[in-house]
Structure formats: C-alpha cells, structure tokens
C-alpha cells in the first residue's frame, strides 16, 4: 500500500483533478487515470487499473487542459520519472512523478 500522507515534496501542490494518461514505453501500453495534485516538479496520479512501476521507472504522462480536452496526442507527452507508486483497494494506481525540470505540462495543470 502506498504511503500518501507523508509529505516529500519541497515545492508547493494545487489540488487539481484532470484527465490524463501515461504511456508505460516497458509495456508499450497507455494507461488513463486522473491527477490528484500537480507541483512544479512533479505529480501524484491515479491509475484506472494496477499498473507494475518502480521508482525510477520513465514514463510519459499528458495531462488534459480542461476536464473536457480528454483526447491527448503523443506530442502532448512529457517524460517523468516514477518516485514512487503502489495499488490501491478497487484495482487502481496511485503514481508520483517527477519532471526532471519544471515542465509546460505541469504548468498548463495548474492554470
């Protein structure tokens, strides 16, 4: 089980909730799911179904601009890296990821 209460971030988060989606390049699959909340530096995720990452696994997350925009193109991709993740009871995904520097992605999240 994944531990959320403990806070590891040194920047700020907004809870935002968006559509979005991640692109596992191991499994070569995308896999949808939701932001729970977005920094600069990163975001906490989750998966619609269990989904086998590792801290410092890469993946490439998109992140829907509005609660409507839910159809996203590879070139709306940004590379992250897996801190940490776990399942969850209900066969879901809670994912944090880190942006190797503040990326548009996050930013357009949080506007």
Partial sequence: MLDIDHERRCEPRLVIERPCKIFDP????????????????????????????????????????TRRHALLHADEMVEATVVRAGSMAGGETLVAVHFPQATPAAHAAAA
């Fill in 26 to 65: 191991r499994a070569r699959k995308y896999v949808a799911g939701c932001t729970r909340d977005v920094a600069p530096g990163g975001l906490m995720l989750r998966l619609d179904r269990v989904v086998p990452l590792e801290p410092g696994d890469r993946v490439y997350v998109g992140i829907a601009r």
